[in-house]
């Protein structure tokens, strides 16, 4: 599905709904949202707003993309294939700059909002014996699903902690996490990378399975490592214990913001619409998930954007009094 319709393009330049000619052009009126892993976040999020984007704007359909994630949804937008991707800041910042997988392919990206902030998370059971990232040399392990960000962010904190990804492992799979989860279970995996909002329906699963003690590895002591090469999109946080069943022990990870993008040339009035409706269900989207109780207006900052607001964005969010 291409991203945004002709028509759509024409009906949202043209302005305002009060134009008949307008009505009649929104009837064709397509977005694809680009999401993630069903067991992630992305993907309840991005349900949650195509049917606010249906519901709120006249003849609109919004749809969501199921995919790898932010890489993959950065790829598929700088193809025109969606309208709207859900990415971290990382992988918004490699597209834009055509760095990495995007090498030679940059797309022209533009930030509309803030969302929550995605933590990595490096899990295992108690049973394996691992309680460091050294420790996961030799194991079995799973670096995310192809496209996503969860592999870039985990190859450099596998990089950052002075490991070798092609080496240092018995075996490296790239399973979503509710794959990663169940084969956690089965004996088949001793430890995943999960880059998401917490909490995150795969873990929770896993830490709720009987018999089974969840441990989060620490990692926070690499951030330097991997910001000094890498720029400073990732900084410090905390899981607190008890986030996940049986999750005893606080978690010192390392986080990365997430954003909504968009093309460079998505219309303005169209971005406007779709930020007043968005921002207008932000109480009923924290109720969809709770890591959408930090979509807040003192999130909205160039900073924390990591790539440059789309113009119309910009507006609302100062319309909103944002101090960008």
């Known amino acids: 599905m291409s991203g945004i319709s002709r028509r759509s393009i024409v009906a949202a330049a043209a302005g305002t709904l009060a134009l008949p000619g307008l009505a009649r052009a929104q009837a064709a009126q397509q977005l694809a949202i680009a999401t993630g892993t069903t067991g992630g ?13 249906s ?18 949804n950065m790829q598929l937008l700088g193809a025109n294939r969606v309208g709207i991707s859900i990415t971290q800041v ?37 049973s394996t014996g691992i309680r460091s990232i050294q420790d996961l040399k030799g194991k079995r392990i799973s670096t995310g699903a192809p496209g996503s960000a969860t592999e870039v962010m985990a190859f450099r904190l596998i990089e950052g902690a002075g490991l070798d990804r092609e080496k240092d492992f018995r075996a490296r799979e790239r399973l979503s996490p509710a794959e990663s989860t169940n084969a956690i279970k089965d004996g088949k995996l001793d430890a995943y990378f999960f880059v998401s909002g917490v909490p995150t329906s795969a873990i929770t699963d896993l830490g ?28 410090p946080e905390v899981i607190p214990a008890g986030t996940y069943p049986g999750q ?77």
């Open 90 to 126: 990382d992988a918004a910042v490699d597209a834009l700059r055509g760095n990495d997988r995007f090498r030679g392919r940059p797309v022209p990206a533009r930030a509309i909002a803030v969302l929550y902030t995605n933590r990595m998370q490096v899990v295992t059971v108690a």
């Open 208 to 235: 709720a399975t009987p018999g089974v003690q969840i441990v989060l590895i620490d990692h926070d002591q690499y951030i330097p490592r991997i910001t000094e090469k890498y720029g400073p999109v990732y900084f």
């Open 248 to 324: 005893t022990t606080p978690n010192k990870q390392m986080s990365v913001g997430n954003i909504m993008a968009v093309r460079d040339d998505m219309p303005a009035a169209l971005v406007t619409q779709i930020l007043q409706i968005t921002w207008g269900n932000r109480e009923d989207w924290a109720r969809v998930h709770s890591a959408a109780r930090d979509f807040v207006l003192d999130g909205q900052k160039t900073a924390a954007a990591g790539i440059p607001w789309h113009p119309a964005a910009e507006a609302f969010w100062k319309g909103q009094g944002a101090t960008l």
């Open 41 to 53: 976040v992305y993907y309840p999020l991005g349900g949650a707003l195509a049917n606010y984007l």
């Open 55 to 72: 519901r709120g704007i006249p003849g609109m359909s919004a749809t969501v993309e199921v995919t790898g994630g932010s890489v993959a």
